[in-house]
């Protein structure tokens, strides 16, 4: 396995990386549960019962010596990458901790003489497909994500009807922050993206289209980046 868009983590990165993907999103219960024997062990059994109100952690043994308690999804997310940090896993076992939180194939890599082990992870957006569904223009709130980059673009284009749509804060003469999409000539927000085209019922009845599609900030460029970040806010590129 190897191809352009794969990385390496080494194995105190692996942890980085997980560390940041479960503060990045609202806790994963489903995930954290199923990652609760890879990493916490055989003799910690957790399990996410409804009936009881929750998630509850014990270790495991008989039902007269076991002891259990409950614990919240946010509470668990630390007790993983506490635990992890501590007594990293072999890479094998990293690997799938790897696979399972990012969604994307992963191999153990340079376990050689000489070489650092870690993970090998496929990132490449193979299989994605836009759907031309909207959602990431009318949900995703990316007001304060605007770059220099895109401004100056825009600039270098003369795009003074996008140019408008953008306030910017300036400090000392100079500018340190953008916000888009503003009513032109205030820094109200508008509701929703002017740039968006609603579907045609007659030409395009299932699509969205983006009318300054080419010059686009990065950030809707990049969107939605990888499988997990899709799945994470709702895109459907990936879904087969
Ligand atoms: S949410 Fe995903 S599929 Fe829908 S328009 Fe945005 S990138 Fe395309």
Known sequence: MEGKDDIFLSMEEAISAIRMDFCQYPPQTDL?????????????????????????????????????????????????????????PPPELMTEICRLTFLVPAEPSGNGAGSEAGVRLQMGAEGFRCRHCGRCCRELNY??????????????????????????ITRGGRIVSYAIWVE?????????????????????????????????????????????????????????
């Open 32 to 88: 954290f549960v199923d990652l609760s024997p890879l990493i916490l062990g055989p003799h910690i059994r957790v399990v996410n019962e409804s009936r009881y109100n929750g998630l509850w952690i014990s270790t495991a043994g008989c039902k007269h010596t076991r002891k259990r308690r409950k614990i919240t999804a946010v509470e668990l997310g630390w007790l993983l990458i506490d635990t992890l940090a501590a007594s990293p």
């Open 143 to 168: 007001r304060n994500e605007l770059i220099p980059d895109d401004y100056n673009r825009w600039q270098a284009l003369g795009r003074a009807d996008i140019l408008e749509r953008v306030a910017t």
């Open 184 to 240: 032109p000539g205030t820094r109200r927000f508008l509701e929703t993206c002017p740039w968006l085209m609603a579907p045609d019922p007659k030409s395009r009845p299932d699509r969205f289209v983006c009318s300054i599609h080419d010059v686009k900030p990065e950030i809707c460029q990049q969107y939605p980046g990888t499988r997990k970040h899709a799945r994470m806010t709702g895109c459907p590129g990936f879904d087969r």
